[in-house]
Each structure stands twice: as structure tokens, then as C-alpha cells.
């Protein structure tokens, strides 16, 4: 199920946040006061606390704090959709955290826009591997299920 990422601006409109990890590395944060408790964004963007906690524990997001409480701003949100994108895409957490440094670091954003390209097209080969070795697994579990059927029908 896809996590419905929405927003409110200052005027308390909805809008859609982009999804497009295109729109989301070479987006800047604006400046607003909005935060959100940590109830509110994983509500907002359908995650546990505990995924928000995890996250902040590998350094892929870094919340305000206010006594215990975490505060997140809107570069948390932005980087919170990043994770969540390129969980989706297929890469663990280390590759997140290795692309999310190299969108931090001062460059052309059509330089970040170039590698993430790359990474991704290089992610397609090895999802299709990995489809390639499930439907390999799948005939020899079918296999296995006939003549597992086959014995017991004598």
C-alpha cells in the first residue's frame, strides 16, 4: 500500500508534496514554522514511531528537540519521503544513507540527478535478477507440489 504524502501549506490548504525522487533531491525546504510531533509525521506520511526512531537512529533523519520531545521540520518531511522513496525503489538502508550524504553536499543538482539515474538503472538489473531467480523458484516449488500431489493420490 502506497503512503498517501500530503501536507499543509501556512494557510492550512492541502497540497500534494511531489513524490518524483527527481522533485525531492533538488527541491529545497521552504522556510516555515510548520513541525510535526512524532505521532503527526507518522501518521502523515504511514509509518511507526518505531520506523521514525529506527531511521533517526541511522542517521536519516535528525529531529529538533524540545526537552524529550522530537520536533521535525520540514527538511525531516523531505527527507523522510526520500527514505521512503528509495525503500520503495528497492535499496537498503546503508545505500539511502550513502546517496541521502551525497544529495547534502554542496554540487550541480543535475550532478545528484546524473548518479541517482545511474543507481536507479543499475537497481532495475538487480530487481530483474532477482525476478529471474523467484520464477526459477517458483517452478521448482510447482514441481515439488505435483509430485508431492502425485504421492498422495496412490
Request: hydrophobic content about 40%; aromatic content about 6%.
Amino acid at each position: 500500500m502506497k503512503p498517501e504524502y500530503r501536507s499543509l501549506d501556512l494557510a492550512g490548504t492541502v497540497f500534494e508534496v511531489p513524490e518524483c525522487l527527481a522533485s525531492l533531491v533538488t527541491s529545497q525546504t521552504p522556510a516555515s514554522p510548520r513541525t510535526w510531533s512524532i505521532g503527526e509525521l507518522a501518521r502523515e506520511c504511514g509509518v511507526t514511531l518505531r520506523a521514525l526512531r529506527f531511521y533517526e537512529g541511522k542517521g536519516l533523519l535528525a529531529p529538533a528537540r524540545h526537552g524529550g520531545a522530537r520536533l521535525y521540520g520540514g527538511e525531516d518531511l523531505r527527507r523522510l519521503k526520500l527514505v521512503l522513496r528509495l525503500k520503495r525503489v528497492g535499496f537498503s538502508l546503508i545505500e539511502i544513507r550513502d546517496l541521502m550524504q551525497g544529495f547534502t553536499e554542496p554540487g550541480r543538482p543535475a550532478g545528484r540527478l546524473e548518479e541517482l539515474l545511474a543507481r536507479i538503472e543499475n537497481q532495475v538489473a538487480v530487481l530483474e535478477e532477482q525476478r529471474r531467480e523467484i520464477d526459477l523458484s517458483l517452478v521448482a516449488v510447482a514441481e515439488e507440489i505435483d509430485g508431492l500431489k502425485r504421492m498422495l493420490a496412490r
